[in-house]
């Protein structure tokens, strides 16, 4: 039993991490593949059920409160409309996007909830994006970056790290970029939603 539990361990904690700060330890995760560490699938699973329960965390603990917790915010509804707007005119591909888009994702979640996208068909999308988000990750790190990277001398887990790093550079400056538009556009709507992440009920 204990040998089982602490093979099961690293995967557990693949979707605790994935859950609270996804891309990091989930690169991690892809190098420890490439280095024949870590069954693939397993890391796979676990990418995956955690990236989904860690954005549905938020549209679900906003689902039904945000009318009640925007009262207090009387300009937050009239700065939040484009948005709003954007997500009922394409509910599928928001919640698609919400895995890819890391400095957005909150935000995103929760214009899903406001404007009440059913929770089966948020769930589902969601789920199908954060495999779609892992097995990309994966790929990329775990398979093709050594194998590219090995004619220069980079095979196996320095190559996956090589592509890790270079990937979550790339997830960083998206975010950079994503928070700058947010706050440009809409400063107010950025801060309180923040704000309500932060002292959900």
């Known amino acids: 039993m204990l040998t089982t539990a602490s093979a099961v361990l690293p995967y557990a904690a693949i979707l605790a991490a994935a859950i609270v700060k996804g891309e990091i330890a989930y690169i991690a995760a892809a ?5 024949g560490q870590l069954n693939p699938l397993g ?3 676990a990418g995956t059920l955690g990236a989904a329960m860690g954005d549905q965390a938020y549209f679900y ?3 039904g409160r945000l009318p009640r917790w925007a009262a207090r915010y009387p300009a937050l509804e009239r700065k939040a409309a484009p948005l709003l ?3 009922r005119r394409h509910e599928a591909f928001m919640v698609l996007l919400i895995r890819f888009a890391p400095g957005f994702r909150i935000a995103l979640a929760a214009a ?3 404007v009440n996208v059913a929770p089966l068909k948020f769930s589902l999308l969601n789920l199908l994006s954060a495999s779609a988000w ?3 990750l994966l790929v990329l790190v775990g398979w093709c970056g050594p194998t590219y990277l090995a004619r220069y001398g980079l095979g196996g887990w320095k190559g996956a790290l090589v592509v890790g790093l270079v990937v979550l550079g790339l997830f960083r400056v998206l975010a950079w970029f994503e928070r700058r538009a947010m706050e440009r556009s809409d400063p107010l709507l950025n801060k309180s939603i923040s704000t309500l992440a932060r002292n959900r009920q």
């Open 31 to 35: 190098a420890l593949v490439a280095k």
């Open 85 to 87: 707007g954007r997500v």
């Open 61 to 63: 603990v906003f689902r």
């Open 112 to 114: 899903c909830a406001w």
């Open 134 to 136: 892992a097995t990309l």
């Open 43 to 45: 890391v796979l699973v």
